[in-house]
């Protein structure tokens, strides 16, 4: 129940040549799943919609925190840096503080240089 769902209805360019049964069907499950998308893999058509829709729901579990990272754990910054997406990063004399986007177990494993 926790996981995030998208549901994606493809071959909408079958869709456009159906009776309209098919069409309208495809359109009621689609209005009852908030965020849903509609795609032609063969078309490629509804990708935009489709990236978008799989960025949101790995946005929904994930979550900025604030690092500081002193500059002699350059490992550890480079880490983070393959990990999440970086929003935001500030050199400083000593070290580096960044906001980043982690999910669970990312925040834990860097949890020790969480910014006070």
Known sequence: DSLPELLVVNKADVLDN???????ESRRLLAAHAGSVM????????MDALLAGIADRLRAGSRTVELEIP???????????????????????HSTRVQVVLDDSERSRFAE???S
Request: hydrophobic fraction near 45%; proline fraction near 0%; avoid cysteine.
């Open 18 to 24: 159906d009776d309209g049964a098919a069409m309208e």
């Open 39 to 46: 795609v032609s893999a063969r078309r490629g058509t509804g």
């Open 71 to 93: 500059w002699s754990r350059g490992d550890v910054l480079a880490a983070v840096h393959r990990s999440g997406g970086i929003v935001a990063q500030v050199v400083g004399e």
């Open 113 to 115: 240089f969480r910014a």
